[in-house]
């Protein structure tokens, strides 16, 4: 067996994540290459308010929460902390771990907000039981140490808290020698047996597990010019197109045909 075939059994059939059997200084490296990595891509001059994923996220997650208040959430790389607009209503106060320095709000409307650095380790600097939500929504795919940072949101939200992930769970192409454009240079999706595994073992139930984002969705958005994942119109489309092409799912493609199914995971689960 060469060196790619083994590879390529372990890491891009989906069988183990990449990146979170690496060393301490593997890890250092890695997150030192994403801190600024999203902010260099353009997204540094955006705001809050200009969120394009509203759609998406009711459709595939927040409508499976609860119709709770919140007091205290965590945001796990939330940026300009966009995602939480439609749940703000019920939120008293929001923690935002995020590596960068650009990609920072001062205020979210009234909600008070505060920004916290993550640490390589993934060790979280919060007391256990804190958060009553912790949400991380297209975060977990550029961070090697996946399931310790799962982990550390199993710890940090109270037993009765919720969580949502939306992770990418396809591998984006071989990472190894790439310089795509569009992507960050270490960024990897989660194979959704993995991502779901690891959430479980956080001591979370998973409420729902949801394919969404199809690889058709931007094609057909580019035609009608149009975000779909910013309304939930454009999001329903998105999750027909995600659920009928569920069967051809694979973590790694290696033809055009193969490209053609759902490519991430929205999940809602309780702390048990
Ligand atoms: C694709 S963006 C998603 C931002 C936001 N959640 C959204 O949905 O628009 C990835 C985010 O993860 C942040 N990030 C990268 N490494 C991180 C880490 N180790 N811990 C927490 N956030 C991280 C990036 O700075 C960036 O804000």
Known sequence: MTAMDTFAAR???????????????????WFADEREAYADLGSASSCAEAYGYHGLNLQSGYRHLPGRRFAHAL????????EFLPLLERI????????????????????????VDPSPAGDMPFETDTFEL??????????????KVVQEMGRVVAPGGWVVIREPVISM??????????????????????????VRDAGFSI??????????????????????????????????????????YRYHADNLWQKLRPSAVCIVAQRQ
């Open 92 to 115: 008293d106060k929001i923690t935002i771990l995020e590596p960068s320095s650009r990609l920072r709000s001062t205020d979210l409307r009234s909600v008070p907000l505060r920004y």
């Open 207 to 248: 409420q729902s597990s949801v394919f969404c984002a199809a690889t058709l969705t931007p094609r057909i958005g580019r035609v009608l010019r149009r975000n779909l994942y910013g309304t939930r119109w454009g999001a329903a489309v998105d999750r027909a197109l995600a659920v009928s092409t569920a069967w051809n």
């Open 11 to 29: 890491y891009l059939s989906g069988d183990a994540l990449w990146g979170d059997d690496f060393t301490p200084q593997q890890i250092e490296e």
């Open 75 to 82: 945001g796990v790389g939330s940026a300009f902390g966009g």
């Open 173 to 198: 192409g071989d990472w190894r020698s790439r310089q795509h454009p569009g992507l960050t240079k270490r960024e990897r999706g989660i194979p959704r047996r993995l991502l779901e595994a690891a």
């Open 134 to 147: 912790a949400v991380c929504l297209g975060v977990l795919h550029h961070i090697p140490n996946v399931t």
